[in-house]
């Protein structure tokens, strides 16, 4: 019996030395831990124990702790240790938080994870609360979701600049195919639009006068640009460069608006090689960053400089065909414009059945009156010919400058009678025409001419001018100033 007893003593010994190896080595644990650690009686919800660290990381004293309930400590009062999520810990015996944030006592923010677990030590319900400070782990994750999310705003703003470059490829593609002004102020209209969707804006071009500016082309909810306005009315014109107006309160606007601007202004002249094509506008678009709005100045300039270059291309395209085709002294049509477009008028009026008639004319005696007044004066009796039949003529007709002082008239659905007509009436306004070079009155002039209906016959181009050219000598040898039709030749 005594012998049993010395064993229970023994063994009783040997377990007490455990169990305070054991809350020695828990103790250690506990005031070396790198997490925040909390003990709360399970039932009055009183702090019991704190360790070191979680001292350190709130910055509360041991006695600030001890003895509190937990939603009575500062960090915690509207956070995790509410009494509601004090009885739900209860009730599940476990709450998880993974990102907490907490104030120490000085102001400072710190992000944690809360971990708090209940059960029974020595029939005791103990919760253990474990906080770790995950600042440094909050900070890498906002740093990366900062990276992805400036990433993919990248990605995105990269798609728009590729969708803005195509864009405005595609404009300078169809501006480059575009056979007259008209086709690309339409194709501006629509691209630009498109380019700058919501802003308003306009192209503004240069009258041929020189004195002022002209509205072609307009985008945007409502019209920016006045119709017609003059040079100094806008102040990049005035500058010879860029002219930016960001707030309408408070800088110097243009004065060739429609209306009073709600957002800014940016007006870009058109210039190449010296000369003023004319000028771009567009509202600035609002709440724009600084390099975004950078960005977009810088389309603006793209854009123009790839609309002036095609409008200049189109204008010397112009200025080409107008050379090719017109005689640079009289204004009218050359003889190769002629050759080139009387059978084709010609086709069209036997096709639809409608009379033509073509009328060669000459100037009586001009060897007689060139060599009397000079070469000079013979070139001013040609202009003002040029300027007669011009002006005796419609649109649809073709006036031309055959040769030398021969002229020829293509007469659209006009009769023969009708055309005979209006030939003695050109005759008669040229006999009248008192012309002087210099202080010198030059001789009246009157001229000869001779006419076909063209469109019921079947006669070749050519035989059709040399028929008219044959009726034009039978005018000069009945005595000049006359009009000879090709089928009184016939008659006779």
Not at 274 to 283: A, F, H, I, R, T
């Amino acid at each position: 019996m005594d012998q049993t007893k010395v064993f229970i003593e023994k063994d009783n010994s040997q377990t007490e030395v455990m169990l305070r190896e054991s809350e020695t080595r828990y103790r250690r644990l506990f005031e070396t831990a790198k997490d925040g650690i909390l003990l709360l009686d399970a039932v009055s919800g009183q702090i019991t124990d704190v360790n070191p660290f979680l001292i350190e990381m709130l910055g509360y004293s041991y006695d600030e702790f001890i003895g509190k309930s937990l939603w009575e400590i500062g960090p915690f009062k509207d956070i995790a240790a509410s009494q509601t999520a004090f009885r739900e810990l209860r009730r599940k015996k476990y709450i998880r938080y993974d990102e907490l944030p907490l104030e120490t006592k000085n102001g400072e923010s710190v992000d944690v994870e809360f971990v708090s677990n209940l059960y029974e030590v020595n029939d005791q319900k103990v919760i253990q609360c474990n906080i770790r400070d995950i600042s440094e782990r909050k900070r890498i994750k906002d740093s990366l979701n900062k990276a992805n999310e400036e990433l993919s705003s990248l990605v995105v703003q990269l798609q728009n600049r590729d969708r803005e470059m195509r864009l405005i490829n595609h404009m300078n593609d169809l501006l480059q195919a575009c056979k007259t002004q008209e086709e690309a102020f339409h194709i501006i209209s629509l691209a630009v639009g498109d380019l700058f969707n919501g802003q308003s804006g306009g192209l503004a071009i240069l009258h041929d006068s020189g004195h002022f500016l002209e509205t072609y082309a307009s985008w945007g909810n409502e019209p920016m640009l006045e119709s017609l306005f003059q040079l100094d009315d806008c102040w990049a014109i005035r500058r010879g460069q860029a002219h930016e107006a960001a707030d309408p309160l408070d800088s110097i606007i243009c004065g060739h608006f429609t209306r009073p601007l709600k957002t800014g202004s940016l007006c870009l002249p058109l210039v190449v090689q010296g000369e003023m094509l004319g000028l771009l506008s567009v509202e600035i678009p609002t709440g724009m960053k600084l390099d975004n709005l950078h960005h977009w100045k810088q389309q603006v300039v793209t854009v123009g400089e790839g609309i002036k270059l095609s409008l200049s291309n189109l204008k010397l395209r112009e200025i080409m065909h107008e050379q090719a085709n017109h005689d640079p002294l009289t204004g009218l049509f050359n003889r190769r414009y002629l050759n080139d477009t009387l059978p084709r008028e010609l086709n069209h009026a036997r096709r639809d059945g409608k009379q033509t008639t073509i009328a060669m004319l000459d100037i009586d005696h001009f060897k007689q009156l060139n060599d009397t007044y000079g070469h000079d004066a013979g070139d001013l009796m040609l202009r003002e010919l040029g300027r007669v039949l011009r002006e005796n003529v419609r649109k649809s007709d073709i006036a031309c400058r055959y040769g030398g002082e021969e002229f020829v008239l293509i007469l659209l659905d006009s009769s023969l009678e009708s055309s005979r007509q209006n030939i003695e009436k050109i005759n008669t306004q040229v006999k009248e025409m008192q012309i002087r070079y210099g202080e010198q009155l030059l001789g009246s002039m009157s001229l000869s001419s001779g006419m076909i209906e063209a469109s019921q016959d079947e006669m070749t181009v050519d035989e059709l001018l040399s028929a008219a050219d044959k009726a034009l000598y039978a005018a000069k040898r009945a005595g000049r100033d006359r009009v000879v039709a090709y089928c009184d030749l016939e008659k006779n």
